[in-house]
């Protein structure tokens, strides 16, 4: 991989294990230079790491053997790096608070200057969540590129139904390529490589920690324009990332749930505090003014066009009553129904009875 002189700073800089973020921003005069000034900060380094450090980190940035072994163990493993001064770093990322200095990256890099929405949610999130996330997902898929972590639950539903539907993903890891976290989605994290891309600012040996998801979540809402929470306790790192997109002057979106709904609690609170209530995929595509006649042609399959032709036809059946007129079991129906609900089709009316919505 070739990179300008300005690139080859920032990623050695990146590379070094004894600077946090924080001293290699300041090293940077806060991106005003692209190489870093040891003499001019030499003070406050050497107050910082101590003297020892200090003289190791500078003498590590200039050493061509350390260089050769960071850049030749990125390029065994695949990795693109893209810097703040690359030319594929997005506008929207330099626009925010503590910008990452760098992004390692296995796919698709050109996927970072798209029009981008976040979607994300609890890990312990419910099956009903997940198959809504899945379809909101697959739907979005259409108009932007999804963006979420690689957690378990909503994360994991909404880059798979985009996946699944032949859309763009990103997903932003909250440690390196070499420890992937969590392990159980190591086979989606290979999916999002070779058909989306990932993203870390964490060098590839860097495991998961705690504080990392937190740091992580400032991307995923950086790089979006809109965020959607599909589900998330009061307390809940999916609502860290809504209110980061908040503050960034982005748009967030909620799914409703009902109350008493322990993972629907910080949902609702988003909705009460102005977060657009999302219980239908058309809301966003309404608040976005896309096309919103081709958006209402919606792609149904055979058994979605069955069981919502049965319901235009009978206005409202009980559960029971419309899988015995389809032939279908009802906890298959319940699945239908769920598709069809998120796609505006059919509303339910309560007390297992459904009926048409258009």
Known sequence: MMYTEEEINVI??????????????ILLDDFKATSPDFEKHGNYLIKTLSGGVYNKVKAKFYDPSFRAEMFGGLDVRGIECVTYFSKLYPDCLKNI?????????????????????????????????????????????????????????????????????????????????DRIYPPSNVNLYGRVAEHGLAVTEYRPEVPARDYHFRVRNRIIAGLSRGTLVASAAERSGALITANLAADYGRDVFAFPHSVGTGLGAGCNKLIKNGANLADNILDIFRFYGLDLLECEKVALTADEDAVYERLRLTGEAHLTELAQAVDKQPRELVLILSALEIKGLVKNAGGNRYCAAR
Not at 12 to 25: C, V
Not at 107 to 116: Q, W
């Open 12 to 25: 050695t800089l990146s590379g070094i294990s004894e600077l946090s973020y924080k001293t290699s921003k």
């Open 97 to 177: 608070p503590d910008p990452p200095l760098l992004l390692y990256c296995k796919g698709d890099t050109r996927l970072l200057g798209s029009e981008c929405f976040s979607i994300v949610g609890a890990r312990k999130s419910t099956p009903k969540m997940r198959d809504d996330c899945k379809n909101f997902s697959a739907r979005l898929s259409e108009k932007f590129t999804i963006v979420s972590g690689l957690a378990e639950g909503a994360d994991a539903a909404a880059l798979e139904g985009a996946l699944d539907a032949g859309g763009r993903v990103i997903s932003v890891l909250a440690n390196g390529f």
